[in-house]
């Protein structure tokens, strides 16, 4: 089992990161934030104005620590790589499965059927928290009919159609799970952001992607050739590919806790000119706490039967995929929360 290593995100703007021996020091002009030992980082993450000496690059490119690079609204910009490792026949049976419609869509139907599974999961949780709701609970009959059609889907196409009539169903009473004063939510709205809500789901998705793509790296595998998702240059779709088990369980869940208990305001977010909503500063630093401290919380994986922190579950899922594209089970397990 992969040990759970420290996730290094640097939001002050203009900051310096640099290598001083076998340790990672943060400057902002001639204050020094912080000194990090280079053994106790799993990744770093820059958002914004974030400048790294090429030495450092370098040194976490020979140690396998991620660096990866995003704009202040939490989109991906670059990433930071060294030697390609892990087992090539791997990723060459991975290559052959994302160019054989068969293969793919045996892994893509999966996918999609827990996504749409924990989506109702999280709706039928609400409906049992806090009394019935029929809006809930036709959005959760809905879903149970999406279920249904994705495990006879027999194109990767034909699953994509379905997970985007799921989403469109969960997101379309998303609203009824928001209990903080004054959010609300219209709809999914990505680029950019346009409300406080969306502005937070984009962003915790951008972190358990990362989260995603080192654990597929770590594996063997290649984040960038996917199943579901299909190739676009810089985009890492096998890592999006996982990410849609992560979605409701983890990301969702824990943007609305984040609303729910009040954690975060309204008055925390700021609007561009262009009409994009993002958090500020302070706001990302207590999200990003959050963030870790919920990485840490245990829980039981359902297939492993063992407990596991929720930081280690992308981990989990790419040994498994590994696992399967190897020949070593039959079918890919996805996660699935119960």
Avoid at 154 to 166: L, N
Avoid at 312 to 320: K, V
Wanted: aromatic fraction near 8%; hydrophobic fraction near 40%; proline fraction near 4%.
């Amino acid at each position: 089992m992969k040990k759970l290593l420290n996730t290094l995100y640097i939001t002050r703007q203009e900051s310096y990161l640099h290598k001083e021996r076998e340790t990672v020091v943060i400057k902002q002009g001639k204050d020094k934030l912080g000194q990090f030992p280079a053994i106790s980082i799993g990744n770093i993450l820059c958002f914004g104005q974030v400048s790294v000496s090429p030495f450092l690059m370098g040194f976490c490119g020979e140690q396998g620590i991620g660096l990866a690079f995003y704009s202040e609204y939490g989109k991906f910009l670059a990433r930071v790589q060294g030697k390609q490792t892990g087992n090539v026949l791997l990723r060459r049976t991975q290559y052959r499965w994302a160019d054989d419609e068969e293969k793919s869509v045996s892994v893509a139907r999966l996918m999609v059927a827990a996504k749409i599974t924990n989506a109702r999961s999280v709706l039928m949780r609400e409906i049992r928290n806090h009394g019935e709701n029929l809006t809930l609970s036709d959005a959760v009959s809905r879903l149970a009919v999406s279920l249904r059609r994705v495990e006879h889907a027999q194109s990767v196409s034909e699953s994509m159609g379905i997970e985007g009539d799921a989403a469109s169903t969960y997101f379309g009473v998303f609203n009824e799970l928001l209990r903080g004063s004054g959010f609300t939510f219209g709809g999914r709205v990505r680029r950019p952001p346009a409300d406080p809500v969306n502005a937070l789901l984009s962003y915790v998705y951008t972190l358990i992607t990362h989260e995603c793509s080192s654990a597929l790296q770590g594996v063997g595998l290649d984040p960038y050739v996917g199943f579901l998702h299909q190739d676009r240059p810089g985009r890492v779709s096998l890592a999006l590919d996982l990410l849609e088990e992560f979605r409701s369980p983890w990301a969702d869940r824990f943007v609305l806790t984040l609303i729910n208990r009040k954690q975060i305001q309204l008055s925390d977010f700021v609007t561009e000119a262009s009409g994009a909503v993002r958090l500020k500063d302070d706001t990302r630093k207590t999200l990003l706490t959050a963030w870790q401290e919920r990485k840490q919380v245990e829980i039981m994986h359902p297939y492993l039967e063992e407990k596991v922190p929720v930081g280690l579950l992308p981990h989990c899922q790419a040994m498994l995929l590994a696992r399967h594209i190897r020949g070593d089970t039959e079918y890919y397990p996805p996660y699935l929360v119960k």
